[in-house]
């Protein structure tokens, strides 16, 4: 029974625990909103773990980058990794960020990946030894709140560059290229949900407009794959009868 409660404990607070099994009150709104969010950021966390394999399967299996924007990368991975710091830093619940544990590992894949691709392997190893410098600074503890809360409102700017960059990219080829559909719908409905259990679990404004912003961002881009999506395709076929 202690396992099984522990279990919940996972997607509720001790004191909704007792509204719903105790007192067996199911109709708290306040318990409801809270057992919302923690239940959409596991489920966030768990879809994170796998957000943007689709893309790193893709570049493996056509070896190339083509279309990925390594400004825009880079520029992701830095937005993801100030707001990891931060919120690792500031002791928030881990159903509220755990996602960008996941985002930063894959997102620096890729960048690796798309370099490794282009021909710069010496550059690619250099790239995810930098990060994990980088990442250490950051969340290792040589940073203070203070420094990483005012990069935290940098990553506003970071994040409409970065993906302003691949929307950039992608309107100059008339093509998202390697994009994954998946990995870009995934992307766009997770930082959507993240406002709302970024208003339940840290009430941090800094946090949850950054994540408004990241909405409006990924919206761009999933707008451009679905605008390009006939394109795409019929370049394909038009590959194909040329091999023919």
Do not use: H
Not at 178 to 192: D, E, H, K, N, P
Not at 213 to 235: C, E, R
């Amino acid at each position: 029974m202690d396992l099984i409660k522990q279990g919940i404990l996972l997607a509720m607070t001790p004191q909704c625990f007792d509204e719903y099994f105790v007192k067996f009150n199911f109709l708290d709104v306040g318990c409801f909103k809270s057992t919302l969010s923690k239940c959409l950021g596991i489920g966030i966390i768990l879809g994170s773990v796998l957000v943007k394999l689709p893309q790193i399967l893709k570049i493996i299996k056509n070896k190339s980058g083509q279309g990925i924007n390594i400004l825009s990368v880079t520029l992701d991975l830095c937005a993801i990794t100030i707001a990891l710091s931060y919120n690792y830093v500031k002791r928030f619940p881990f159903t509220s960020w755990g996602d960008a544990t996941f985002l930063a590992l894959q997102t620096s894949l890729i960048g690796a990946l798309a370099l490794f691709y282009a021909g710069k392997q010496v550059q690619s190893i250099l790239y995810l030894i930098l990060y994990g410098v980088l990442l250490f600074i950051l969340a290792g503890g040589p940073t203070s709140i203070d420094i990483l809360w005012t990069l935290q409102g940098f990553n506003i700017p970071i994040l409409l560059v970065g993906k302003l960059a691949q929307a950039y990219t992608n309107w100059k080829n008339g093509s998202t290229g390697q994009l994954s559909a998946i990995t870009l719908f995934l992307l766009f409905f997770g930082s959507v949900a993240r406002i709302f259990t970024s208003i339940q679990e840290t009430g941090d404004s800094m946090v949850i407009i950054t994540y408004c912003f990241s909405s409006f961002a990924n919206g761009v881009i999933l707008f451009q794959l679905l605008y390009y999506w006939n394109v795409d395709d019929q370049k394909k076929k038009i590959e194909k009868k040329k091999k023919k």
